[in-house]
């Protein structure tokens, strides 16, 4: 089983930035990728951003140019956010991808307001 713990969430004001940091821990042999996914109030968990294990990276049209994760994809990720946005408000999730299954940290709140 894979724990993930992040860090780094916080109170920032419009245009600010934030980085946010998971490490994985437990049955960590086998991840293939690792990611952040965040859910706003009365809205569907979606995807930010997910690096895998060979250093392919996809990101959400939202946060393209102002988002970058980096990380081993192995046992840690980390999410650079500039340029925040008041829609950026929202619960990140650290991801990982262990033989087809998610492990989900707890999430850390970002919000972004002035």
């Known amino acids: 089983q894979v724990q993930l713990v992040e860090s780094g969430g916080g109170l920032v004001q419009p245009g600010g930035s934030l980085r946010l940091s998971c490490a994985a821990s437990?049955?960590?042999?086998?991840?293939?990728?690792m990611g952040w996914y965040r859910q706003a109030p009365g809205k569907q968990r979606e995807l930010v951003a997910i690096?895998?294990?060979?250093?392919?990276t996809n990101y959400a049209d939202s946060v393209k140019g102002r988002f970058t994760i980096s990380g081993d994809a192995k046992n840690t990720v980390s999410l650079q956010m500039n340029n925040l946005k008041p829609e950026d408000t929202a619960v990140y999730y650290c991801?990982?991808?262990?033989?087809?299954?998610?492990?989900w940290g707890k999430g850390t709140l970002v919000t972004v307001s002035s």
């Open positions: 991801n990982a991808v262990r033989f087809g299954t998610d492990a």
């Open positions: 437990g049955s960590i042999f086998g991840i293939a990728a």
């Open positions: 690096i895998t294990s060979s250093g392919n």
